[in-house]
Nanobody, 117 residues
Framework: QAQLVESGGGLVQPGGSLRLSCAVS????????MGWYRQAPGKERELVAR???????TYANFVKGRFTISRDNAKNTVYLQMNSLNSEDTAIYYC???????????WGQGTQVTVSS
């Protein structure tokens, strides 16, 4: 059973940076999109950014220019570099992988990001 293993969350001051990582443990065939979603208290889960196997990235408007998504296909790992963080970025961040072989969505367990002084 494949799993997504996330790391890199934590507490950071406003204006600071964090880098999230998500690695696939096990085998997922036909990995297509890899991405990050987030869910703040009382809000629905929302897309932050995602990237195709060819490297095409899509960002939510609220993170454009501040966050950068990247992936290492050889390591089946996706990263999210987050800069200029503010309190509205506080949420649980979830890694997501879509298999184009099975069209199954895989989710990580979530990592907490808290932006506070």
């Amino acid at each position: 059973q494949a799993q997504l293993v996330e790391s890199g969350g934590g507490l950071v001051q406003p204006g600071g940076s964090l880098r999230l990582s998500c690695a696939v443990s096990g085998t997922i065939f036909g990995i297509n999109y890899m991405g990050w979603y987030r869910q703040a208290p009382g809000k629905e889960r929302e897309l932050v950014a995602r990237i195709t196997s060819g490297g095409t990235a899509t960002y939510a408007n609220f993170v454009k220019g501040r966050f950068t998504i990247s992936r290492d296909n050889a390591k089946n790992t996706v990263y999210l570099q987050m800069n200029s963080l503010n309190s509205e970025d506080t949420a649980i961040y979830y890694c997501n992988v879509l298999s184009s072989s099975t069209w199954r969505n895989y989710w990580g367990q979530g990592t907490q990001v808290t932006v506070s002084s």
